[in-house]
Antibody, heavy 120, light 109 residues
Framework: QVLLQQSGPGLVKPSQTLSITCVIS??????????WSWIRQSSSRGLEWLGR?????????DYAVSVRSRITITSDTSRNQLSLHLKSVTPEDTAVYYC??????????WGQGTLVTVSS | QSALTQPPSASGSLGQSVTISCTGT?????????VSWYQQHPGKTPKVIIH???KRPSGVPDRFSGSKSGNTAALTVSGLQAEDEADYYC?????????FGTGTKVTVL
């Protein structure tokens, strides 16, 4: 059974960097049959895919155009975890953030979600 | 990348059917057979119920079915049950990115 356990601060100040970690159990962050995405959900923007990281002989990242200048997704194979870093946040970045396994064009396993509020 | 268009709401009586549309472009829905659907109950995590247009993961009732024609995909829920009342989102691969639909709230009357 694949489980994704997220952790991160619930409150981030404007202009700072939002960082969330997703620990993977039951699969590998460097799996050759899956990628790992970050998705967020807010009442104003609905569900929004932010980006993904996957390994295919080397590491690749794909990012949504809307956050491309501010996002970095990294992985730590020793800890089998994925991380999201979103810099220069504003109140518009307030949302529930999810990590999700990505296979064959869909998201089959989701983390529990992390509510992040951007406020001073 | 613009969100896929879904009707805000849909409803049906117990035992009836409801169909939700999901309209995109030839850069997403029309360009790939990687359309998926997610069910989300209040306060819960989205759950995939259809992937690759019309495939159901194990454990998903066969009351849920998917289809696609051109730039529009559809989810049909047949024999509505009370537990089907939820929000439903479509998603499509869009070439090195993914896009979600605007979401549809299904009410079981």
């Amino acid at each position: 059974q694949v489980l994704l356990q997220q952790s991160g601060p619930g409150l981030v100040k404007p202009s700072q960097t939002l960082s969330i970690t997703c620990v993977i159990s039951g699969d590998s962050v460097s799996s050759d049959s899956a990628g790992w995405s970050w998705i967020r959900q807010s009442s104003s923007r609905g569900l929004e895919w932010l980006g993904r990281r996957f390994y295919d002989s080397k590491w690749y990242n794909d990012y949504a155009v809307s956050v491309r200048s501010r996002i970095t997704i990294t992985s730590d194979t020793s800890r089998n975890q994925l991380s999201l870093h979103l810099k220069s946040v504003t109140p518009e970045d307030t949302a529930v953030y999810y990590c999700a396994r990505t296979r064959d064009g869909f998201f089959d396993v989701w983390g529990q979600g992390t509510l992040v509020t951007v406020s001073s | 990348q613009s969100a896929l268009t879904q009707p805000p709401s849909a409803s049906g009586s117990l035992g009836q059917s409801v169909t939700i549309s999901c309209t995109g472009t030839n850069s997403d829905v029309g360009g790939y057979n990687f359309v998926s659907w997610y069910q989300q109950h209040p306060g819960k995590t989205p759950k995939v119920i259809i992937h690759e247009v019309n495939k159901r993961p194990s454990g998903v009732p066969d009351r849920f079915s998917g289809s696609k024609s051109g730039n529009t995909a559809a989810l049909t829920v047949s024999g509505l049950q009370a537990e089907d009342e939820a929000d439903y989102y479509c998603s499509s691969y869009a070439g090195k990115s993914f896009v979600f639909g605007t979401g549809t709230k299904v009410t079981v009357l």
